[in-house]
């Protein structure tokens, strides 16, 4: 009986083969598994500092954030700085409602951003640590809402957040996101349509809804400079997610 079996020849030219393909698909499927992951860490890190704020309203009865012991505590002088002494009793008041250790370090962490990833020309001081390894910084903490340029309009203070800490890319608009946060509690990235009126001189409401004064090239697909399209810098980049169904279609 006649045997049939590959040649040496045949099997090394499989193998090529199969190599090459792997080759090829292997940095798309592990591109596509990086964003699954970096989406998850972000959407978790959102609900833990959106319950982490109800939490202390609820505790307080009072139905806004800048009304809660925690912001109270913050004093005048407090604008969010880990390394600022005037932050101790806000930071300390932090840690009932979130479960979260940090650093006095002055250190800023390098980012590039969406269009240029080796481009580290943006930084902040990563000091508050999750279990999940996200760490945040919370910047330009306020009694009174107010600003909004490129960011939130009246937030009473703007988070940046990164999903895996110290890991890389360390890029925004990867695993680097920026958000604003309401009086009501309610975080909010940049370049969303909630956010999109940047000149409003009215705070937001429960609902979230437009004051009237619609700056609509301001969110994440039309402002080109800081929005989420490739020749961007990324800053909107965690509206766009959210837009699409917390997918990170780019």
Known sequence: MKKIAFTLAEVLITLGIIGVVAAITMPILIGHYNKQVWVNQLKKTVSTLENGFKLAMAENEVEKLSETTLWQSAGTTCTGGVDSSACDNFYTNFQKYFNVTYSKSTTQRLFGNLSNPSNTAYGSKMQINFPSSAQIQLNSLKQ????????????????????????KPNVMGRDVFLFGVTEYGQVIPYGSDAANNAFCSTPYNKTLSSCGNDFGSWNWDTYSSIGCIPQALGFYCAARIMAEGWKMNY
């Not at 009174?144 to 890991?167: A, E, Q, R, W, Y």
């Open 144 to 167: 009174i809402p107010t600003g909004g340029t490129f960011g939130p309009h009246l937030s009473i203070v703007d988070i940046v957040v990164d999903v895996n800490g110290i890991k």
